[in-house]
């Protein structure tokens, strides 16, 4: 064995070798995301229901599309299996579970979700569909008057149709023995409320949901409004003995 140890030959180019192979391993690695998806991507809704709370473009007052980013999914419309004596054609308000029904045939039903005003938590029962609105004006109690006056007391006399009114493009009014109950199903400006219970107002809808509702049920129609047996918070029922009815009845 020889006793000189000789050096080893480099490869002049073998750097290069090594810097190419770790760019192009960057490159690959780029290809691939390591970041998990975003909870707003995971969070986003249907495109069914995209579809179906698209806008309304043929209205006497356009609708846009109604954000249901911030809305539970239970509360979008849908038609479920519903057992219930009532006849096709009923609908019924379930106010504690923030439902509303539509019974059909063979005991199905078409759900939507509601939020329910103070008014809405006051009165049960049944009645019939007395009266319906497309459009309707609104006007504020003197109650709402007096508890918000800046932003109530503009529209002491009515606020007319459009799309800033409290009551969206369409409200049923509940009959009883012929007279008006002051109850009603309507629209929204608050998405975001829906499955809530909020101050004032009866039973409030998604606008394309109360278009949807108003278009397959008559004058006449059957209503059943369940009473809510859950504990009200004390503040509701402070809210629902001082007000009057926050609808205009005319």
Request: charged share 20%; hydrophobic share 35%.
């Amino acid at each position: 064995m020889s006793p000189f140890r000789f050096p080893l030959r480099r490869n002049p180019f073998s750097h290069l070798v090594v810097i190419g192979i770790t760019m192009l391993a960057m490159a690959l690695a780029g290809c691939v995301s390591t970041q998990a998806p975003r909870q707003a991507d995971l969070n986003l809704p249907h495109p069914t229901y995209v579809a179906m709370y698209g806008p309304q473009p043929n209205e006497k007052f356009p609708l846009p599309a109604t954000d249901i980013s911030s809305v539970d999914p239970q509360f979008l419309r849908r038609e479920v299996a519903y057992d219930t004596p009532e006849r096709p054609g009923t609908i019924v308000v379930d106010t504690a579970d923030r439902h509303l029904y539509l019974v059909r045939e063979n005991g199905r039903a078409i759900r939507y979700g509601i939020g329910v005003g103070a008014e809405g938590m006051k009165w049960a029962g049944r009645a019939q569909v007395g009266r319906k609105a497309m459009w309707p004006r609104w006007t504020p109690t003197a109650a709402m008057i007096k508890r918000d006056p800046e932003r109530n007391r503009p529209w002491a006399n009515g606020m007319p149709p459009g799309p800033g009114n409290p009551l969206g493009p369409r409200a049923l009014y509940l009959f009883q023995d012929g007279r008006d109950t002051l109850y009603r199903i309507h629209g929204t400006t608050e998405p975001d409320t829906i499955g809530q219970a909020v101050s004032s107002g009866c039973i409030r809808m998604l606008n394309q949901d109360i278009l949807d509702l108003y278009s397959r049920v008559p004058v006449g129609a059957p209503v059943v409004v369940l009473p809510d047996t859950q504990k009200a918070d004390p503040g509701m029922e402070a809210s629902a003995r001082s007000l009057d009815t926050a609808l205009d009845p005319a």
